[in-house]
């Protein structure tokens, strides 16, 4: 099956450090989102983001579909970035479209 | 703009219950699909509803099944409750299939 993976797995940083998370894909890339999940659960939209670059703040993210793979860049991390990162591509399944996610990289950011 | 919405927040049920958890779709969207996320995992698509239609499924048996109503909130119905039907259920909303979507806070399900 189409497998999407993420690393790291695990990332701790220091606040202000700034780090880059990868997603690959094993096949080619038609829409992809980026997510954060709290430690709530609630999935929070980062990026929208099926090529190119886009930012918002202190995220950045890059999406290059024809090496299949997508980069997610948090730059002078807070300790409320911490959670875990989900990327997720869009797959065309039955007429309708479906995520399917990473694996995801846990975050922890301390003081 | 009213976010995506999810009731209830947890849920403590038995084994071979019955279970209806509740999703309002986003304002504006007409697309609603829902994800089984078990614990340390990441999300799996169970299915998509479009106008009121099952949209796609994904590997889930059919005691798992689910309604859209024409105001295009959504219900996710899973029979005959097992133990590995613990999880967290998330609901999603997108204007259209293939757009983007957003998602609900979760109902947490527990199965004793």
């Known amino acids: 099956g189409i497998q999407v993976e993420q690393s790291p797995p695990d990332l701790i940083l220091q606040e202000g450090a700034n780090s880059t998370l990868r997603c690959n894909f094993s096949d080619s890339v038609n829409n992809l989102q980026w997510f954060h999940q709290n430690p709530w659960g609630q999935l929070i939209n980062l990026f929208y983001?099926?090529?190119g670059t886009k930012q918002n703040g202190r995220l950045s993210a890059t999406t290059v579909a024809t090496e299949r793979y997508s980069l997610l860049y948090i730059s002078s991390s807070q300790t409320t970035d911490s959670g875990v990162y989900f990327c997720a591509r869009h797959i065309l399944t039955g007429g309708g479209n479906k995520l399917t996610f990473g694996t995801g990289t846990q975050l922890k950011v301390e003081l | 703009e009213t976010g995506v919405t999810q009731s209830p927040t947890h849920l403590i049920k038995t084994r071979g219950q019955q279970v209806t958890l509740r999703c309002s779709s986003q304002s504006g969207h007409n697309t609603v699909s829902w994800y089984q996320q078990a614990l340390g995992q990441g999300p799996q698509f169970i299915f998509q509803?479009?106008?009121?239609?099952?949209?796609g499924r994904g590997n889930f048996p059919p005691r798992f099944s689910g309604l859209q109503f024409p105001n295009y909130s959504s219900e996710l119905n899973v029979n005959a409750l097992e133990l590995d039907d613990s999880a967290l259920y998330l609901c999603?909303?997108?204007?259209?299939?293939?757009?983007?979507?957003?998602f609900g806070p979760g109902t947490r399900l527990t199965v004793l």
């Open positions: 509803y479009y106008r009121e239609e099952e949209n």
């Open positions: 983001i099926p090529s």
């Open positions: 999603a909303s997108s204007f259209s299939f293939g757009n983007e979507q957003f």
